[in-house]
């Protein structure tokens, strides 16, 4: 995460990272953003809202389902450990503002993108999409 953060030029930030199971990530998702099933990662961005510039080194929390990335990591030919790193950037670019729900395209492929590149810097392979 360091090294994402440094290369991101947020090296000063803080991020808190939770790895669950998909029982775990289901019951965070039905309590905080009321959908009730589990998913892939959340992110919990702390400088949103009308607090966020009370601590600005603290990018928030990601929330990680082991089980969905391992099963989800095997489609995609990814070790376990190459798939909790790419549902990491994902959370992490959620953080930094980065979204691929409710925009248009071109926000997805920047995202997408965003992804490839912090992906290819951590494993030195292209993620194949």
Do not use: W
């Not at 019951?27 to 892939?40: K, V």
């Not at 959340?42 to 600005?56: D, K, T």
């Not at 929390?61 to 030919?77: F, L, N, P, Y």
Request: proline content about 2%; glycine content about 8%.
């Amino acid at each position: 995460m360091a090294r994402l953060l440094r290369y991101l030029g947020h090296s000063d930030a803080e991020v808190s990272m939770l790895l669950v199971d998909d029982e775990g990530i289901r019951e965070i998702n039905r309590s905080y953003l009321q959908r009730d099933y589990s998913t892939n990662v959340i992110s919990f961005a702390m400088r949103e809202g009308p607090y966020g510039q009370l601590h600005p080194q603290v990018l928030g929390d990601i929330v990680i389902s082991v089980e969905t990335a391992c099963r989800q990591g095997d489609k995609g030919a990814l070790s376990m450990t190459e798939s909790l790193s790419f549902f990491m950037i994902h959370g992490l670019l959620h953080l930094l503002g980065y979204d691929h729900e409710g925009v248009d395209a071109r926000d997805i492929q920047r995202m997408e993108e965003k992804e490839d590149e912090l992906f290819f810097l951590l494993h030195r392979f292209s993620l194949q999409r």
